[in-house]
């Protein structure tokens, strides 16, 4: 009885849309911390308390309530409500915005100045994963990036002096609180109305949906460009407010300070077999949990990796010391009440522009692959790196083939912030299929021996060198070592620019 209660919560967690989805927020973040000189486990540690915002918004979501332990859920309920407010979720109006940018600064800055002087290096760095994911959320949430006139036209006209893809702070206060800018807009008066909307509500038009949660969604790369520059611009804020001693144990944080590979290792499971990895769908009901629609989807993995992170249906048991913070913060932080303006002397915003690479699978095919023992269609995902960073993509469960231009789906899409001057990107891309046991790798190139692909991009001609060549969308088919598929894949780029 309990299995089948929290399938069906499952279900409701899995068809509740939230900010970007775990997979962006864990790229952008691991990109700015490591550009601005943080460890690997640092970022692990970051991006773990970043995932664990949304987290707490899950479980207090209507749908799980039936398959969680009623008196466990009743000890969270004051932490679960305040998870629930953070995101920058249910504002409607510019002036509504304004207050919320006011508290997070003012909230930020005291609790890592206390954290700081007590030498807290480990709750330091949940922090600041957590309140970037605030800050990250912001920009997929509403609709500052939004053309006019649904949004306020950033880079455009008398706005163009902050570049095309400015942040809320980086814009002068009296400039930025003239705009309409919200991230819900249910005025009668104006239409249309405006909400967060799915994964692939209206995917054809701003109207009605708000959200850019993941590459499927409009304005998805506008909203990532300005997150990245807003994320860069919150490390540097965060550096002023502690120590700089402290600052430097943030960055070099090891395994022996603190290991967050059981929080870090749930954060991506659970996301990846819930559909909220990076897009391509999650079921609203138990039918359609095992449809097309749901194709990034795998519940049976999903149940599996929650339960064993709460130790069953308990969300009081198994808790990490990682996630204990989490509690503490949102119950200490997370209330951020308005105290009035805050203007914070901005750092610098070098470098002001960047080129924003993008790799992109239109299209995978199976060739001799299989779903092993137990049969069925395949279960695909990848592995991928651009200019060394490493990158997962989300799954597609139960599909021989997959054609991700077919609406509402797209392309998986891995970013990366890279020089604009940079001539030369180096890209890697291995087609993985997903078993219980062991998963395996799946040949997609075409040279005898090599079963991944290697090459490099040139940004300013489109072309491809390497295991790919030639320019636009290519297709890449494996030569047999081992199971083999076809695989189409494209990259593209833009540049963006942030001039404060």
Known sequence: ?????????????????????????????RDVLTSEGFSSNAVETAQSGNYLVDFYEFMGSKGLQIALDAGCQAKEKTTLA???????????????????????LAGTKGA?????KAGQIMPLMVLLGMSLHNVQDFYTHS????????????????????????????????????????????????????????WESNNNTTADSLNKDWAGRIQYTDAYICAYFASRQWVRLFKGWVDPT???????????????????????????????????????SLSEMHSSHAAGTSLTFLINEATDYLGGTCLTK????????????????????????????????????????????????????????????????????????????????????FNFDT???YPWTMTKAVSPRLNSVQIGFTLMELDALDDDMVDVNPKTGDQTLVFRYDPFTGKFRGDL????????????????????????????????
Request: aromatic fraction near 8%; include cysteine.
């Open 246 to 284: 402290v600052w430097s144990k943030m960055q070099k944080l090891t395994r022996k300070d603190y290991d967050p590979s059981r929080d870090h290792t749930a954060a991506e499971r659970v996301s990846f077999y819930g559909g909220h990895w990076n897009g391509n769908g999650s079921g609203y």
């Open 407 to 409: 609406k509402p789906y």
């Open 143 to 198: 609709n500052w990036v939004d053309p006019s006139p649904m949004g306020p036209g950033i880079g455009k006209g008398a706005l163009a002096k902050y570049g095309d893809h400015p942040t809320w702070l980086s814009m002068d206060r009296a400039e930025r609180e003239l705009l309409d800018v919200y991230t819900r807009h249910t005025d009668p008066s104006k239409p249309p109305k405006r909400t967060h909307g799915t």
């Open 318 to 401: 198994r808790r990490t010391k990682l996630r204990q913070q989490v509690e503490n913060l949102l119950n200490t932080w997370g209330k951020m009440p308005y105290a009035g303006p805050v203007n914070p002397a901005l750092p610098s915003a070098a470098p002001e522009s960047l080129r924003f690479v993008q790799l992109k699978i239109h299209r995978i095919d199976k060739g001799t692959a299989d779903d092993g023992r137990t049969g069925g269609e395949m279960d695909w995902f990848s592995y991928s790196s651009i200019e060394g960073q490493k990158y997962m993509s989300g799954l597609i469960d139960e599909h021989d083939n």
């Open 1 to 29: 009885m309990i299995r089948g209660l929290l399938i069906v919560g499952m279900v409701a967690w899995t068809g509740t849309a939230f900010g970007f989805d775990t997979g962006p927020h864990f790229d952008m973040t």
């Open 82 to 104: 305040i998870g629930d407010a953070q995101h920058f979720d249910d504002l409607e109006n510019t002036t509504e915005v304004a207050h919320k940018w006011d508290a997070m």
């Open 469 to 500: 060549s030639g320019t636009g969308t290519l297709v890449s088919k494996g030569a047999g070592d081992g199971d083999n598929a076809q695989v189409s894949v494209g990259v593209e780029s833009t540049v963006g620019a942030c001039l404060k």
């Open 112 to 116: 890592a100045d206390s954290l700081s």
